[in-house]
């Protein structure tokens, strides 16, 4: 893209008030560092432990709160569930620092963002208990979201990515794809942390291998996750936004990283009595590493 080319209005929708489409915010409203939830009850829970709060402001699924701990400026945004709703709140972030809103071109001097999602998510491999506080080393994604963008690999992600797609073969047409965490957050915030793929599916019960009453086309996904091996790495989690912060992140020039609250084995059948003291335990662990 022509960086001094003018989006329109169309590509780039500004609300009167100077906001950004979905998220209604400004660009002066986010931090560089942006903690993001999927539930929106769940911003309010990150934003107690801040020292002090400036903003709050909502549209929709995206509740934004921006605050201090110490002198530290920081941001805690709700996404939704999903890739689809990854795809607007990366791009409006990337937006409301990336893009001069007046002139509606890129800034010649780009800012990247440190982005860190702390999410829930169900293990796949029976070592990892309930309770786990875990860091995707990478997000590989069973959606369609990065077939619609350009992204460059490294070599280590191309020939992983390789093994990934002989293993799945062809399965039903779905075609996984693969980014990384980013190294600098990952030594900062999970240095004594677990890690693993953590694979990214575009619904909650027959794309996470769930049995309800529809009848399912890919038998036994969990099976075909959990016995996935290349060089020391394997699948650990399944969960529904991270590959598409990683993909969409490392695509726009952002770091990222997903810590998971094991809530559930997907092996044992098992879902956690305490899920909101496992949250906690993530979020203040995360919050204590800022």
């Not at 549209?59 to 689809?84: C, M, N, P, W």
């Not at 600098?184 to 996470?208: C, W």
């Not at 590959?243 to 559930?264: F, M, R, V, W």
């Amino acid at each position: 893209m022509n960086q001094s080319a003018k989006l329109s209005e169309a590509d780039l929708i500004i609300n009167q008030d100077g906001s950004i489409y979905h998220l209604n915010l400004l660009p002066e409203d986010i931090a560089d560092t942006v903690i993001t939830v999927g539930d929106l009850d769940r911003v309010p829970e990150v934003s107690k432990h801040f020292d002090r709060i400036e903003l709050k402001k909502g549209k929709r699924e995206f509740i934004t709160h921006t605050g201090y701990i110490g002198s530290k400026r920081l941001t805690v945004i709700s996404t939704g569930i999903g890739t689809d709703n990854i795809d607007i709140v990366l791009n409006e972030l990337d937006a409301l620092v990336n893009i001069d809103f007046d002139s509606r071109t890129v800034k010649p001097q780009l800012k990247s963002l440190n982005l860190i999602r702390i999410g829930t998510s169900g293990a796949i491999q029976p070592d990892l208990p309930m309770g786990t506080i875990l860091a995707s080393s990478h997000g590989l994604g069973f959606d369609a979201l990065m077939h619609y963008y350009e992204q460059q690999l490294g070599e280590e992600e191309q020939l992983l990515l390789k093994d990934i797609h002989k293993h799945f073969g062809n399965m039903e047409g779905i075609k996984p794809y693969l980014n990384v965490a980013d190294k600098s957050l990952l030594e900062q915030f999970a240095h004594d942390m677990p890690t693993g793929i953590t694979a990214t599916a575009p619904g909650f019960y027959a794309p996470q291998g769930r049995k309800v009453r529809a009848k399912d086309t890919i038998s036994d996904f969990i099976g075909k996750l959990n016995s996935f091996s290349s060089k020391n790495q394997r699948i650990t989690n399944l969960e529904m936004e991270t590959a598409g912060i990683y993909a969409l992140a490392n695509t726009l020039g952002h770091k990222a990283l997903s810590i998971n609250a094991i809530l559930a084995s997907r092996v044992k059948f098992e879902f956690s009595s305490n899920p909101n003291a496992i949250v906690e335990k993530a979020i203040t662990t995360i919050l204590e590493r800022i």
